[in-house]
């Protein structure tokens, strides 16, 4: 079964065109509306407190969060301090990676993770990772936004949790598609709606209310099916009040959309 002509927003930015040729091979009719951007922040005082507490041998474990962050915050590290001394010292904590992503950037480096969270690497499962542990003084790259439960939970371990914010998400410098999404979202133009991260749903919100239109949106969201690459996305879609309808198999963009292709009737929920 595939979509047959049904008509599916996905709101990716980074892979946006790869999104649109995988809807379009499966027979659907792809409106792609990137909703985010990375903006690295101005000043790097958390990055740079994290590089010379990590050289005095503050930590006993590195949490990577982000493929993204982490090289950023390298980056950051070696505008103010030696390339080798900080490779040294992140060899005597303990790398712990949410996912391949992180794990793909820290080989980048030379390094290597000690620590791999299983899928679908949400941080529930990196606390559960992290539950038999011994290392108590703990770095966290952050992703954008403070993932409060992670951080709660981390120190309802008994952990001392310093957090490392390097970069921040924006609403894309283009927006004009994102805020057509909105619209036609409200007239309820969608069948399927794809995500494939929280924020892409968070700043569909914010232009929706920007606009005055979110009452609207959300009954557009709920009109349609909604596919979300997995249980953090699917947290979020939640705390607005709406149903997910179809995670896939593991959280990977092409499993997301060829799965869905052939498991989820084309038709809205409504029909």
């Known amino acids: 079964m595939a979509f047959e002509g049904a008509r599916i927003l996905s709101l990716e930015s980074r892979r946006a065109a790869e999104m649109a040729t995988l809807i379009r091979k499966q027979g659907g009719e792809p409106f792609v509306a990137p909703s985010m951007r990375e903006v690295e922040l101005g000043r790097h005082d958390e990055a740079l407190d994290f590089g010379r507490r990590?050289?005095?041998?503050?930590?006993?474990?590195?949490?990577?969060?982000t493929g993204v962050g982490t090289r950023l915050l390298w980056r950051t590290l070696l505008t103010r301090f030696d390339q080798a001394d900080l490779k040294a010292a992140l060899k005597r904590t303990t790398i712990v990676v949410r996912g391949p992503k992180p794990s793909a950037a820290i080989r980048e480096i030379g390094l290597a993770a000690q620590v791999q969270v299983a899928e679908p690497n949400t941080w529930r499962e990196l606390l559960e990772t992290m539950r038999p542990r011994t290392e108590t003084r703990v770095a966290v790259q952050e992703y954008g936004k403070s993932n409060i439960a992670l951080n709660d939970g981390l120190r309802a371990q008994g952990r001392e949790v310093t957090t490392v914010r390097v970069y921040a998400w924006g609403l894309p410098e283009d927006a004009a598609p994102l805020r057509e999404a909105a619209a036609k979202l409200a007239r309820r133009e969608f069948?399927?709606?794809?995500?494939?991260?929280?924020?892409?749903?968070?700043?569909?919100?914010?232009?929706?209310?920007?606009?005055?239109?979110?009452?609207?949106v959300l009954d557009g969201l709920r009109s349609a099916r909604i596919a979300s690459i997995g249980p953090t996305t699917t947290e979020t879609v939640e705390e607005y009040g709406l149903n997910v309808d179809f995670e896939p198999s593991h959280p990977k963009m092409g499993l997301l959309v060829n799965e869905l292709a052939g498991l989820i009737p084309a038709q809205p929920r409504g029909a």
């Open 191 to 216: 069948d399927i709606v794809m995500l494939t991260t929280s924020m892409q749903l968070v700043n569909l919100m914010k232009i929706a209310e920007e606009a005055g239109i979110e009452a609207e």
């Open 54 to 65: 990590l050289l005095a041998d503050e930590f006993d474990a590195t949490i990577l969060l």
